[in-house]
């Protein structure tokens, strides 16, 4: 498997350019399954997750002409199945798109329980309820979510648990339905948004999303459409973090500072300089990083996919700082990692505790999940001593070019191939 290995102590410097949103591509490929014409996406990023979606895609007999690095056609005209095996679906968390996509357009999906990032239980009870509520009959065989229906009605449905993957494969099955469908308490993620812009491109009648009541009036055809991604509010806060961790000045491109603001808030919280542009954002750090308390939450709250990134600032910032993790039950399996770099950390359940150092020193470490993997990294960037980190997979199922983006900053990094590696990534 690759490792990168990393020299840290340059502080970045210069520009980077982000990439389309991870969330919201791997939500908007299977929703072009929904269409009766050819879909053209543009700002694709280029990530493990997103060529896994894609070949999900054409094992179900999709149409797929990649124009460039970041654009794809997609002609799903000409479906042959309706099952996504455990082989493929088990790889990322949002193969469970799938359902919502196929049982929209065909009333029917056999699609295995999906994978992801380790953080404990992750349940998909409230995206059955949603199926359910629209009519159809769903059940759980062998690791195999199977859901069909004759036809599916729109109706009012509650979410009991704030989900981001509910709401969308709820607005995937509900845009074809006959009627409206109501869906209360839904999530406001950016990504929501834009798989409804999306939708609505194509002909779907879908409003109120970033709020929590979403309307969906069925329609029967949705057209082709040509349709650019919203650029990645998590990648784009994870080069924040990078630039105030290394003591930089980085000026982030292509970005929607809106999207930003907890995390620009956090940033100037603990004393980092931030200028918003229109489409860019500047961070640069001069002096001492200054404690401060992080709660994670849904949009518009602070990012539970930041709070690894944020932990590592925390983790030489002057003082003692509390990180409550409000999304998932176990998202601090890195604290391990990162104490082994010289972090003083106490983690009980949801809650971690960081007494700040003043200085991580470089040690052999792996990533235990994607944003995980993007915060070792972070301290390894701003750690003395060459650290060699392992398991990045992790990191490429979510960051395009990391290496080579960080590299144009300055930073000392490489990727390092294993013998052996391609063996054990397709076992
Ligand atoms: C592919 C993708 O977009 N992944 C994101 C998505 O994950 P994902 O969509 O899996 O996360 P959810 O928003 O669904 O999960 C939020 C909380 O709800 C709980 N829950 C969820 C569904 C359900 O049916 N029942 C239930 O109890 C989960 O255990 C968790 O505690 O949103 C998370 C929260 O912003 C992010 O960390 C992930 O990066
Ligand atoms: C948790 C994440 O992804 P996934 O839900 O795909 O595991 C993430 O993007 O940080």
Known sequence: MDKFVITGGNPLIGEVSISGAKNAAVAIIPAALLSDGVCRIENIPNISDVSMIIRILHELGAGIKMINKSTIEIDARHITTTEVPYEMARRMRASYYMIGALLGRFKQARVSMPGGCDFGVRPIDQHLKGFAALGAEVSLDQGMVDAH????????IYLDVLSVGATINIMLAATKAKGLTILENAAREPHIVDLANFLNSMGADIRGAGTDVIKIRGVDHLNGTTY??????????????AAAATKGDVLIKNVIPKHLESITAK????GVQVEEYDDSIRVSRSGDLMRCNIKTMPH???PTDMQPQFAVLLAMAKGTSIVTEGVWDNRFRYVEELRRMGASVQVDGKVAVFEGVEELRAAP?????????????????AANGVTELEEIYHIDRGYEDIEEKLRAL??????????GAAVAKAQ
């Open 365 to 381: 470490i792996k990533a235990t999940d994607l944003r995980a993997g993007a915060a070792l990294m972070i301290a390894a960037l």
């Open 149 to 156: 229906a004759d036809e599916l009605v729109g109706n009012q």
């Open 300 to 302: 518009p709250g602070f």
């Open 267 to 270: 940033l100037l919280e603990m």
């Open 410 to 419: 300055g930073a000392d990094i490489r990727r390092v191939t294993m013998p």
């Open 228 to 241: 650019s991604i919203i650029p990645d509010q998590i990648e784009a806060g994870t080069y924040m973090a």
